[in-house]
DNA sequence: CTGAAAGCGCTTACAG
DNA sequence: CTGAAAGCGCTTACAG
């Protein structure tokens, strides 16, 4: 079998003895078409392995049923769980769903959303905290604003400011508060919090709304308590283990992320610390691995999957006024046994 | 701002007052132009914030640097880790990498091969074991020759039989084999092994070659031994139950992945079971949480980012024969503290 | 119901 | 170095 180029619709309609408007049809099932014809087309076309290059017939006008999905890192449980939220709902409605990875580089971004563009994806979903910085906001809606107004369809999660897009947005402030008063409530005074960069919003909002509740209950959190590491594992495992150098007072460490107090854990346990006996840990997210830990971990749960599941469905619902439709989801306390009360 | 299209590149050529072929040969670089009618080409596509059209641009003949990479599921930590392995060759190549997630549906697995096809990807990579069904295996022979013979590159990791492509191929069946010994080497004689559906090809390797071993070694591993459940942390949550139920007699548990032995901890856990005390737990692929677990997890260890490495490599180097090329990973047994010698 | 033809937005020989 | 024109593979009014 010699190699060949892939069969084109002029290829089918030719074997079929028909015109290329009448195999179009056929195949499309967009006219009728004499079924002795239609049975001669799709003969042919099984025949040839014709597949129709989705190139020419999004340039020819027929729309794309492709959503386009940019995260920080797919292989983060985060991510992955949203990402499986969009999914669930995409295949309802006959999707196909393309993921990519930024690892929170924002030319990378700027490079996927672009592409995303210039295929004319139906819709473009933006997953995770954007990036504080003016350039890269304005380079962003520079791409994005001609794109919806193309008739592009975009919607975000855990990301505002400048893109006036329809968004999903975690309660990050309000749950970290919630967070800060469940653990005083255990009698926690000395806390530590383990933080990812500043310039993300979600690390921002979430350390602002855990200070703020220490500080409404005249609980000081100092400077040298914040400690900020990589938005991973290993960011969370440095960080704690900088603390621990230092000398660690707190009787409870608050870490933005499950990802980072996964990594506090394996810090503490490789300090020979045990939790919680000699140090509480909460995280936030509630990603599906943090029940299986030993101990399981105390934490913020938000509803991961339906934040996914929201922002297509947004993607997917005509927004003819084109006002900005934003949904706030709430997060929920959810104590377990890596926190103790305080004797 | 009134909605309008997106600018083509007619719109750019007009504005800077020059033909298209020099407007496409400023935006490109195809070609010198000369610097004073570049200037005006870029001006013009700036003001008009014109992304070319990637359909046109690839009807026309343009290649695309994107590569497609078909996996069961990306939340799953295994496929999360070859993807970002695939993902780093990617991206030193220039390439746009587009993840989907098939959840072990032949039918959609043949879905996104189609159309992926039809986007004339550059390269097209499926991670994960196959299905040992010959009408699956036939249709997707199919979908992929004439992708391949029309010039574009496949490669797989984890699967093999019918497909006449690229692969790298994990030594699933030794690696298993090497656990088994290693157990045995521990003192256990008494087995029970967690497993997937019997039809994905990475489950009848594993369970076969750790089988085989203990076979060798004339230890029994009954029929009632070997407990299947669905490839995921509740698959295996639920298969380590329902031996549980039944009267566990075995010393040893063996689940073929490590996401499955994820779920037997917890439900040993849930059953007032110490682990390694009462029962020594064993998995497979050293995924990277495992090590974070308590007790760390006995698995062996495949090089999971440099299985998507080489394969992206594959599908990147030319193969003028087109004979098909194999590149075998071994797994190294790492034990951990999640098994205990036998007294 | 069927076909000839225009057009989608690019790229690239082919002349100049 | 620059431009007019053909062509990539489809879809869809427009006639019949």
Redo the contacts with the bound molecule.
């Keep these: 079998m010699q190699p060949r ?2 069969a ?3 290829d089918v309609a030719r074997a079929a003895g ?5 195999a ?2 056929a ?2 099932g ?5 079924p ?3 049975d001669r087309v799709l003969e042919a076309a099984g025949q040839l392995a ?1 597949t ?2 989705a190139h ?2 999004a ?4 729309s794309h049923r492709t959503v386009g999905v940019i995260c920080h890192d797919v292989s983060d449980p985060y991510f992955a769980t949203v990402a499986g939220g969009i999914m669930r709902v995409a295949d309802d409605n006959d999707l196909l769903v393309m993921l990519a990875s930024t690892f929170r580089d924002p030319e990378r971004e700027l490079a996927y959303v672009s592409i995303l563009r210039a295929e004319r994806a139906a819709a473009i979903l933006l997953i995770g905290s954007g990036f504080e910085n003016p350039d890269w906001e304005r380079a962003l809606h520079t791409e994005l604003e001609p794109y919806i107004n193309g008739g592009g369809r975009v919607a975000v999660v855990s990301r505002h400011r400048s893109l006036r897009v329809d968004a999903v947005l975690p309660e990050n402030r309000a749950g970290a508060a919630a967070m800060a008063r469940a653990l005083l409530d255990l009698g926690h005074r000395r806390f530590a919090v383990l933080t990812g960069p500043r310039t993300l919003t979600t690390v921002a909002d979430r350390v602002a709304g855990f200070r703020d509740e220490l500080t409404r209950a005249g609980v000081p959190l100092h400077t040298d308590d914040v400690v900020e590491g990589a938005f991973t594992r290993d960011g969370g495992y440095a960080a704690m283990t900088d603390l621990l150098t230092r000398g660690l007072d707190a009787t409870c460490v608050f870490a933005v992320t499950d990802v980072m107090a996964i990594g506090a854990l394996a810090a503490l346990r490789d300090h020979g610390l045990s939790v919680p006996a000699d140090v509480s840990v909460a995280g936030f997210d509630d990603i599906p691995i943090v029940r299986d830990l030993t101990p399981p971990l105390t934490t913020v749960a938000l509803p991961l999957q339906q934040l996914g599941e929201r922002a297509m469905q947004l993607a997917l619902t005509e927004n003819p006024g084109r006002r900005r439709r934003i949904h706030r989801m709430a997060g929920e306390v959810v104590l377990r046994a890596s926190t103790a009360k305080v004797p």
């Design positions: 180029p892939h084109t619709l002029e028909v015109s290329l408007a009448t179009s049809r195949l499309n967009t006219a009728p078409v004499r002795h014809l239609r014709y129709p290059n020419a017939r340039l020819a006008g027929a």
